[in-house]
């Protein structure tokens, strides 16, 4: 039953299965985790225990500009991730003619880049005398799995109009889990695009005070409908009250 959630495109193995359906039904917080990643690579980064190349890269994984917010910051992410795509790295040498450094390309790719670091000789020995490569080994493993399953997720475009991202939030932010589904319209003839004008966004959220969210937006025409769904009727008496302030 599993392998008919997973996009028609992609080969029904157990480990693609697994990697997409991590993606729902795991509780890890994606902030959290690269922020714990983060705090190891800057203790690792002080004591010269990494190359400043691979570090450099390393700050690829995390937001540039944490402190956006709105609008600036999705659109900060989702250049980040569709720019750091394996997909994307080959787009981009085919179409500048590059092809022939396409495998250095590849290096700078984000699991490539987590593989680079639990190879790092280095590094491993001074997480080591920190007794903390296991929790550094399991902590990559875990961000490279999620990564590979929102990329394969992400196949579903080859069928619909469609972009998956998660927002990795930092802990403090009252949302521990966000991630938002963009789906574009569907056209005759096979053509699918995303419009401003009829489109839908989907954000399954876990909050800290108001657990489980999922909220759909929904444009037709230009005019905007939103739904709101809980599975607390506490909390959605809550939503009921704000609906006015919710509105605006």
């Known amino acids: 039953y599993a392998a008919r959630l997973v996009p028609e495109s992609l080969p029904r193995t157990s480990q693609a299965m697994r990697q997409v359906l991590s993606l729902f039904l795991r509780e890890d917080s994606l902030g959290e985790e690269l922020g714990q990643l983060a705090a ?12 400043q190349e691979l570090s450099q890269m390393a700050r690829t994984l995390f937001p540039e500009e944490p402190e956006l917010s709105g609008e600036r910051l999705v659109a900060s992410l989702v250049s980040a991730s569709k720019d750091r795509l394996m997909e994307a790295i080959i787009g981009r040498a085919i179409d500048h003619g590059e092809t022939e450094n396409l495998l ?8 490539a880049v987590l593989a680079s670091l639990r190879q790092e000789e280095r590094l491993v020995s001074w997480l080591k005398s920190k007794g903390q490569w296991r929790t550094f ?3 990559t493993g875990r961000i490279a799995e999620r990564l590979a399953g929102a990329r394969l997720q992400n196949l579903q475009a080859l069928d619909h109009a469609y972009f998956y991202l998660e927002l ?5 932010s009252g949302i521990k889990r966000a991630q938002i589904h ?3 319209e569907e056209r005759p003839g096979g053509k699918n695009r995303f419009s401003k004008e009829n489109a839908s966004v989907v954000l399954d959220l876990e909050t800290t005070r108001l ?4 909220v759909t937006l929904r444009m037709t025409g230009g005019q905007c409908g939103c739904v709101f769904r809980t ?4 909390v959605a008496r809550v939503i009921e009250e704000s609906m006015d302030e919710l509105r605006n």
């Open 137 to 139: 080994e399991q902590l």
């Open 231 to 234: 599975p607390d009727s506490a």
């Open 168 to 172: 990795p939030l930092p802990p403090d």
């Open 211 to 214: 657990g489980p969210l999922w």
């Open 40 to 51: 190891l690579l800057s203790g690792a980064e002080k004591a010269g225990a990494i190359p």
């Open 182 to 184: 963009f789906f574009g």
């Open 104 to 111: 250095a390309q590849f290096t700078q790719e984000l699991r």
